[in-house]
């Protein structure tokens, strides 16, 4: 599919948390493929950079401060798309909140040394030591920020009948790859469920909604993460990906800027990830 590059002149898309890693990539594609392109994150200096290079390829940018946790706030950014672009094609659901604090790192460590060195069974203590908080903050971006622009979104494209939402999944969602991260999981899982629904439901108005699941990103932050891993660390997670290598944010970007144009895919799950889950 990738070997036939979408052409998205004369397309409005949105890519949320898109000042850095995958969501800046994301957005860097699809100018490329010929979108004017909106986009939105908490991090403003960051979404500057994006918003740069989002120009470099001709194309329109409009870049805003946005928490997708808040509904009013989302409602605000959508009423400014319209004002600017006069309406939405593309939606890039994106912005998340992935584990990466020191207990994160711990429990992932954990986790990868469990599956990959023989050591008695056990349960390995992670739900049980999730707060309240903790679990609500993976919910109110993951999933509550999804449904807020999914909803806008979907004000804009039934009257026209036409758009294209892909939503950023993980295999965390559809697999136990990721089980250091039960928040996560549940989220992501959250995802695929909302998508599979709301794609049965706007299909019949041209409005194709799809998923993307990634496995590993090479992101700065995950090549952080190895780098203090240590290479026996590093070894045990390739022991986990049959290509081993992650996949690069170019390789994934480039999937979602298939899916934001001409294709028959309904409701699927996209999941490129080194055959980790096959």
């Not at 804009?156 to 559809?174: E, F, K, T, V, Y």
């Not at 390739?238 to 899916?259: F, N």
């Amino acid at each position: 599919m990738q070997n036939q590059p979408q052409r998205l002149e004369g397309r409005v898309a949105l890519v949320t948390g898109a000042g850095r890693g995958l969501g800046g990539a994301i957005a860097i594609d699809l100018a490329r493929a010929g979108a004017h392109v909106a986009i939105c994150d908490i991090d403003m200096p960051a979404l500057e950079a994006t918003r740069a290079a989002v120009e470099a390829a001709g194309v329109q940018c409009l870049a805003l401060r946005c928490d997708v946790t808040s509904s009013s706030e989302v409602a605000r950014l959508f009423a400014t798309i319209a004002e600017r672009f006069g309406t939405l094609h593309i939606l890039v659901n994106n912005a998340a909140r992935v584990p990466h604090t020191p207990l994160d790192t711990r429990r992932r460590n954990e986790h990868y040394a469990y599956m990959t060195t023989p050591v008695p069974r056990q349960s390995l203590g992670f739900t049980s030591t999730i707060s309240d908080d903790e679990w609500h903050r993976y919910w109110d971006v993951n999933v509550h920020g999804l449904f807020y622009c999914t909803r806008e979104a979907l004000q804009l494209m039934q009257p026209q009948r036409d758009g294209r939402i892909i939503n950023i999944a993980s295999i965390a969602g559809m697999s136990a790859m990721s089980a250091h991260s039960p928040h996560y999981c549940a989220t992501k899982g959250a995802v695929i469920a909302f998508t599979k629904s709301v794609a049965a439901e706007v299909a019949g108005a041209n409005i194709f909604v799809n998923a993307m699941a990634p496995g590993g990103v090479a992101t700065p932050e995950f090549t952080e993460y190895f780098e203090a891993a240590g290479k026996e660390k590093r070894n045990q997670f390739w022991q986990l990906v049959p290509a081993g290598r992650l996949g690069t944010m170019q390789e994934y970007a480039s999937m979602v800027t298939y899916l934001a144009g001409d294709h028959y895919l309904v409701g699927q799950v996209i999941s490129p990830n080194g055959g980790v889950v096959i």
